[in-house]
């Protein structure tokens, strides 16, 4: 089975600062990666995915995030916050491999609040 | 329209009633998936069509929920004689090819927020 796990549930920062999202994944399998932001009473949006060519992946809105295998962790960061990044970001896991290529598995979500 | 429609938009429903959520995936879209998402968490997997065909069924909760896609567009997700458990937000997302997004994007609708009481 897959899985992701996205460490801190809420994470604040102030207006220009870095912003780091934590995910680390499980799977037996190669994975491939995914990041989604949520607005408010919305659908997600796609940010950037990770499909096996480069391991860094840049990303809308100035995100990137890092494919490393050997920390099994694929954390979403941009250099300096903008009031409009607060929403809710969530981490998910697929893969071709396993006969499951319809199952995208989300992570529990992290929500960034963005200070002045 | 320009991208994934889904109505009603709120729903409430009291306990033991039936429920439909429609959802209008982006014209032409191959794939059709439907998510759960209880408050606080992540999208949980439902059920993957492919065209008409429904492929994937296996995170349908019980025998309570059935969707259905007959002509490969327009989607319906019914739920049969609601319990309190079944109030969350249900998503529902269209891709141009197959697969969970790695071959084209996942595009969502904005979702319905079923509340039974």
């Known amino acids: 089975a897959q899985s992701v796990t996205q460490l801190g549930s809420h994470v604040s920062v102030s207006e220009g600062a870095l912003v780091l999202l934590r995910c680390n994944y499980s799977?037996?399998?190669?994975?491939?990666l995914f990041w989604y932001v949520q607005y408010p009473n919305q659908g997600l949006q796609l940010l950037l995915k990770?499909?096996?060519?480069?391991?860094l992946v840049k990303g809308i809105n100035g995100f990137e995030a890092e494919f490393k295998k050997s920390e099994t962790s694929f954390h979403l960061t941009k250099p300096s916050a903008h009031m409009s990044d607060a929403a809710e970001y969530f981490c998910?896991?697929?893969?071709?491999?396993?006969?499951?290529?319809?199952?995208?598995?989300f992570g529990t979500g992290t929500r960034l609040q963005v200070t002045l | 329209g320009a991208g994934v429609s889904q109505s009603p938009r709120y729903k409430v429903a009291k306990r033991g009633q039936d429920v439909a959520l429609r959802c209008d995936p982006i014209?032409?879209?191959?794939?059709l998936f439907w998510y759960q998402q209880a408050l606080g968490q992540g999208p949980e997997f439902l059920t993957y069509?492919?065209?008409?065909?429904?492929?994937?069924k296996s995170g349908l909760p019980s025998d309570r929920f059935f969707a259905e896609r007959p002509e490969g567009s327009v989607s319906t997700l019914k739920i049969q004689r609601t319990q309190q458990e079944d109030s969350a937000v249900y998503l529902c997302?269209?891709?141009?090819?197959?697969?969970?997004?790695?071959?084209?994007?996942?595009?969502f609708g904005n979702g319905t927020r079923l509340t039974v009481t």
């Open positions: 014209s032409g879209h191959v794939s």
């Open positions: 990770y499909t096996s060519a480069a391991t």
């Open positions: 069509f492919q065209n008409e065909a429904q492929l994937d």
């Open positions: 997302a269209s891709s141009l090819a197959g697969g969970a997004g790695y071959n084209s994007p996942l595009h």
């Open positions: 799977s037996s399998v190669p994975p491939y």
């Open positions: 998910a896991v697929t893969s071709i491999n396993t006969g499951t290529a319809s199952k995208l598995t």
